[in-house]
């Protein structure tokens, strides 16, 4: 069974949708970040970044355990691992790579830099509010054109693209975003959202 060390984030849920979707026995360990849990030696034992979330697998690479932490190379590990939701070869493959690549670089990192400015800082920031929730809305932007025509990010195929993106959009009203505004992402929200796998791992590690 592999081990989830997570907590209640966009990040964490990616994986935990993953784990729901693969079908793929687990257990949960939670990680409270706000009690600084992440700096603990035994998790830095498997994500020495002290962020997560971290998987330990006892049935990795050549049958013998394997930890791995960030979250974009823990879904392309279960990806591989399952031979789901992400294509073996070809442009296929490269376009839901790219599309994560996307979320790991700009969309999950500004959406969270507009979380704190709105949420977290001590002190309001109108340059700060401003320059993360129009950059929130610009990637929004980009999504809604990357949407239109085709039901999934990287194509026809539900992918681990998707399973990505979307936890970050659920926190859609943290960065003032509309989805009304983006038609194609609200039609493609709605669809993912109605995933059973997704429920149950949007509720991982089950905090209000």
Same mark, same amino acid.
């Given at each position: 069974?592999?081990?989830?060390?997570?907590?209640?984030?966009?990040? #964490?849920?990616?994986?935990?949708?993953?784990?729901?979707?693969?079908?793929?026995?687990?257990?949960?360990?939670?990680?409270?970040?706000?009690?600084?849990?992440?700096?603990?030696?035994?998790?830095?034992?498997?994500?020495?970044?002290?962020?997560?979330?971290?998987?330990?697998?006892?049935?990795?690479?050549? #049958?013998?355990?394997?930890?791995?932490?960030?979250?974009?190379?823990?879904?392309?590990?279960?990806?591989?691992?399952?031979?789901?939701?992400?294509?073996?070869?070809?442009?296929?493959?490269?376009?839901?790579? +790219?599309?994560?690549?996307? +979320?790991?670089?700009?969309? #999950?990192?500004?959406?969270?830099?507009?979380?704190?400015?709105?949420?977290?800082?001590?002190?309001?920031?109108?340059?700060?509010?401003?320059?993360?929730?129009?950059?929130?809305?610009?990637?929004?932007?980009?999504?809604?054109? +990357?949407?239109?025509?085709?039901?999934?990010?990287?194509?026809?195929?539900?992918?681990?693209?998707?399973?990505?993106?979307?936890?970050?959009?659920?926190?859609?009203?943290?960065?003032?975003?509309?989805?009304?505004?983006?038609?194609?992402?609200?039609?493609?929200?709605?669809?993912?959202?109605?995933?059973?796998?997704?429920?149950?791992?949007?509720?991982?590690?089950?905090?209000?």
């Amino acid at each position: 069974m592999i081990e989830l060390h997570t907590w209640g984030t966009p990040n #964490g849920r990616k994986i935990s949708i993953m784990l729901e979707e693969c079908g793929l026995p687990y257990s949960v360990h939670k990680v409270d970040i706000s009690k600084g849990e992440q700096h603990k030696p035994e998790f830095l034992r498997i994500s020495p970044n002290n962020r997560i979330p971290a998987i330990v697998d006892p049935d990795g690479p050549g #049958g013998k355990p394997y930890s791995l932490f960030e979250s974009g190379a823990i879904l392309i590990y279960l990806a591989d691992k399952t031979q789901k939701f992400l294509p073996a070869t070809g442009v296929a493959r490269y376009d839901a790579l +790219q599309w994560l690549m996307w +979320q790991m670089g700009g969309f #999950g990192p500004m959406l969270g830099q507009a979380h704190h400015f709105l949420r977290a800082a001590p002190s309001k920031i109108e340059y700060g509010i401003k320059r993360y929730v129009d950059e929130a809305k610009r990637l929004y932007g980009v999504l809604d054109r +990357q949407l239109a025509g085709k039901p999934f990010v990287a194509g026809e195929e539900y992918t681990i693209a998707d399973m990505s993106i979307f936890p970050w959009a659920a926190r859609h009203e943290w960065h003032t975003v509309n989805l009304a505004e983006f038609p194609n992402v609200k039609r493609w929200y709605d669809i993912v959202n109605a995933r059973p796998a997704v429920t149950k791992g949007m509720a991982v590690p089950y905090l209000n």
